[in-house]
């Protein structure tokens, strides 16, 4: 693809599609499809050493599962929704928070090497999910015009320019939403990815010769990555969840 | 970036923002097992323990405060106790000062009258010994008296001086008189 004179193999789209393990019945189950359900494995089995048969008086693994759940539970859900009404959605946004980092921190792990979450199919099936459980819960809560306003922002307090208001709020928090929610996901772990894939390429292609001092940057400079990227796997987690909880607290809320 | 990834994308075969269906499915499944597990099982298995921890260490809070209150209680109870006792000691040693003193008293009335009676039944007795004394003794000097008078007149006067009673009276005038020198 990249073929510009000098036969570096600049990453690009291709470095995110991946020829199928296997095929089933047309079904091509590839290296990515393996990595998200590994992630579902890690998660399950580490959550299950953990709280599987939970003690009062905790190991060390429980200590640490204990650690991330009240991080998610109180750090996040109870932050923005409050006990009351967030305590129903715990389940929902811990499993998203620890799928989500599980899937972002495969871009660092040696042979895996590649963040699920770069793929968009999985940020837009969370990002779904998230989306059909605030939108049901706003008509829910307000009912059909309450709903209807909600969403909207519609107040009459603004005048004639309210319904420029009602349709701008319409558009973006109907429409776009979940459109950014999920790509704001993918979007740090494809560039994540590149720029990991790109320092690892060129320390090894720019390794000859006189070139071996750049190379020994794109090394240095590829280890940073690593440790940048761990931060930027975290956080995006963390803002997924943060970013979902909001939604649902502001379907419950009164004023929108 | 995102228009510039699409037009890129376009030139591609796929498109990086239009996800393929089986990627979703196994998406979907993926993370479906995930929240099963913590919904159903792993999520209300902690909060148990989670829930049994907390009413332990209340527990064990309410547990040092009901002992806390009942060594105070007990604190005070000893306490009056002890201010009681003291207060029946006081008052137990007022009783026997008071006793103590009361009986130094009977004693010394005690004292006071056997004295009086010692003293007394030695007047009675000196009293009685000095009249039996004087009693022998007037005897004595009244027969002296006579049998020398007899032996001076040569003839006994025995009878006589007794029945005239002269002795006797010559005695009780020198009693009398001894009685007004003294």
């Not at chain 1, 690009?12 to 998200?36: C, Q, R, Y």
């Not at chain 1, 979940?178 to 772990?189: C, K």
């Not at chain 2, 006081?90 to 004295?115: F, P, S, T, V």
Request: aromatic share 12%; glycine share 8%; net charge negative.
């Amino acid at each position: 693809m990249s073929d510009n004179g000098c036969g570096f193999p600049a990453p690009g789209l291709h470095s995110f599609l991946f020829k199928p393990i296997f095929t089933v019945g047309g079904f091509e189950f590839n290296k990515v499809m393996l990595l998200a359900l590994i992630a579902t494995t890690v998660v399950v089995t580490f959550f299950y050493a953990a709280f599987g048969k939970a003690k009062l008086v905790p190991g060390k693994v429980q200590m640490i599962g204990e650690a991330g759940y009240d991080f998610v539970r109180r750090g996040i859900v109870y932050e923005t929704m409050g006990k009351k009404d967030g305590e129903k959605y715990v389940p929902l946004m811990v499993s998203l928070f620890f799928f989500i980092w599980i899937m972002n921190i495969w871009s660092v792990v040696p042979l895996a090497q590649f963040p699920v979450s770069s793929v968009i199919a999985y940020p837009f099936v969370l990002a779904g999910i998230v989306y059909f459980v605030w939108v049901p819960l706003t008509f829910k809560r307000h009912g059909f015009v309450g709903g209807w306003k909600n969403i909207t922002g519609y107040d009459n307090s603004l005048g004639p320019i309210k319904w420029l208001v009602a349709f701008i709020e319409f558009f973006s928090n109907l429409l776009v939403r979940p459109f950014t929610h999920a790509v704001r996901l993918f979007a740090n772990m494809f560039a994540g990815h590149l720029m990991l894939v790109m320092f690892t390429v060129a320390s090894w292609y720019l390794l000859n010769s006189w070139l071996i001092p750049a190379a020994g940057v794109s090394f240095v400079m590829t280890i940073a990555m690593i440790g940048f990227e761990l931060f930027v796997q975290a956080v995006q987690a963390y803002v997924f969840v943060l970013l979902a909880c909001s939604y649902i607290q502001g379907a419950l809320a009164e004023h929108h | 970036m995102i228009a510039n990834l699409v037009q890129l994308a376009a030139e591609e075969e796929q498109n990086p923002l239009i996800p393929p269906g089986p990627e979703l499915l196994v998406g979907t499944i993926a993370f479906a097992i995930v929240f099963f597990f913590f919904w159903k099982k792993l999520l209300p298995n902690i909060n148990k323990v989670l829930e049994e921890r907390r009413e332990a260490i209340e527990g064990g809070i309410e547990k040092a405060e009901a002992a806390q209150t009942e060594a105070q209680s007990v604190l005070e109870q000893y306490k009056a106790q002890l201010a009681e006792a003291r207060h029946e000691a006081a008052r137990l040693r007022q009783e026997a000062q008071e006793q103590g003193a009361q009986l130094i008293a009977e004693m010394r009335a005690e004292g006071q009258r056997q004295r009086e009676e010692i003293v007394a039944a030695g007047h009675s007795q000196i009293e009685a010994d000095r009249k039996a004394a004087a009693q022998a003794l007037r005897q004595d000097v009244g027969q002296l008296a006579t049998e020398l008078a007899g032996k001076l007149v040569g003839e006994s006067l025995e009878e006589h001086a007794r029945q005239s009673r002269t002795i006797d009276r010559f005695l009780d005038e020198l009693d009398a008189k001894a009685e007004a020198t003294r």
